[in-house]
């Protein structure tokens, strides 16, 4: 077993099998620039470091928190939309386009752009105490990500627009029963059930990637991107989002007033 640290990343290779760790447990491994950057190196590597297949899971008490709330206010200032193609479409393309299957390990809670993170998996796994959260609306923002493109595939348009609207936890054993995700596991057996999958598939066919490729299509995600940057640029200069942004950082009760 090998292993590599990058920023708020870590790197373990298991033979064919690449494991990478978002590692800042005191953000919930919030999706932050400098995380971001760190898992892009790590793809990186992987990628031309012999493996074929990956494991994405998270340190701590969850997989994913979402975007790092203390870079929003720079949103406003830059575009929501533009801080979305600049650090985060990227990220999401290098998934979609990857060169081996992903297993995804939900290892707790996913909110915000980390489920979509969570999305990009062929196969996803989560621990009993893990849940799902589409969080925008609580600070007047919408999904992205890919999000209106990977969940209404995934559990079916009413059930989506239901999570994206009411910004309701949807737990677990439900996600399972949706179908959002392949296998429901204790939490204990998360990491080791991941691993397992993935040497399967690294133990599979050079078909592999190539039947993966052929579930994502290109043109439809690549159209949803730009439609929920184009969304997030309009959102991101209302005052409900500054409003959302205030109500968050002092944990309050947003007050939206509908502009």
């Not at 099998?17 to 992987?46: F, Q, R």
């Not at 990857?98 to 993170?117: C, D, E, Q, W």
């Not at 596991?185 to 691993?195: G, S």
Request: aromatic fraction near 6%.
């Amino acid at each position: 077993m090998t292993q590599q640290s990058f920023d708020r990343v870590t790197l373990t290779g298991h033979g064919k099998v690449a494991v990478i760790t978002l590692d800042h447990p005191p953000t919930i491994n919030a999706l932050s620039s400098a995380l971001v950057g760190g898992l892009k190196t790590a793809l990186a590597e992987v990628a031309r470091g012999g493996f074929r297949a990956l494991v994405l899971t998270g340190a701590g008490r969850g997989f994913c928190s979402g975007a790092d709330m203390k870079e929003l206010p720079g949103w406003r200032l830059e575009g929501a939309g533009e801080v979305l193609e600049r650090l985060y479409h990227p990220l999401f393309r290098t998934l979609r386009d990857y060169p081996m299957p992903v297993v995804t390990a939900v290892n707790g809670p996913t909110a915000g752009i980390g489920m979509s993170l969570a999305l990009m998996g062929d196969l996803i796994l989560a621990a009993r105490s893990a849940y799902f959260l589409l969080s925008f609306t609580r600070i007047g923002l919408v999904p992205d990500g890919g999000l209106t493109w990977l969940l209404p595939r995934a559990i079916g348009v009413t059930r989506a627009r239901e999570l994206a609207l009411l910004a309701e936890p949807l737990a677990a054993e439900k996600a399972l029963e949706w179908g959002l995700i392949n296998r429901l596991l204790p939490d204990e057996e998360l990491q080791t059930e991941a691993l397992h999958l993935a040497q399967r598939l690294a133990d599979g066919p050079a078909s592999l990637p190539f039947t993966r490729a052929l579930f994502h299509d290109r043109e439809a995600h690549e159209a949803q991107l730009a439609r929920e940057a184009s969304a997030q640029n309009y959102a991101g200069k209302t005052d409900d989002f500054a409003e959302g942004l205030r109500a968050f950082l002092e944990k309050q009760e947003p007050r939206f007033r509908g502009g």
